[in-house]
Nanobody
């Protein structure tokens, strides 16, 4: 089992940057594929980015490709989401999640953090 805690959210102007972190408990962090998802009120939670166990393979939603970068530090049990060129439509609660059996589909993620709010002002 793994517990996830996100941090780094906040208020930023359009065009700015934020770096989200997700700290994981436990000694098996490197066995999990890690993903970032986001959700706005009244809408479904959607995929943002995913990284494989070693950090060698990543994938992104089209809406963030070229602006967001996911990375991980297995020695520190942490996954990051660097968000650049932020837009008002990036405003959402951002969640990190862990899975041993999937990739970008939310259904396969077994462990979730509580989320961190990102607000981008125009």
């Amino acid at each position: 089992q793994v517990q996830l805690v996100e941090s780094g959210g906040g208020l930023v102007q359009a065009g700015g940057s934020l770096r989200l972190s997700c700290a994981a408990s436990g000694r098996t962090f490197s066995s999990y594929v890690m993903g970032w998802f986001r959700q706005t009120p009244g809408k479904e939670r959607v995929f943002v980015a995913v990284i494989d166990r070693s950090g060698g393979s990543t994938s992104y939603a089209d809406s963030v490709k070229g602006r967001f970068t996911i990375s991980r530090d297995n020695a520190k049990n942490t996954v990051f989401l660097q968000m650049n060129s932020l837009k008002p439509e990036d405003t959402a609660a951002y969640y990190c999640a862990a899975t041993t059996r999937g990739w970008s589909l939310m259904y396969y993620y077994d462990y979730w953090g509580r989320g961190t709010q990102v607000t981008v002002s125009s």
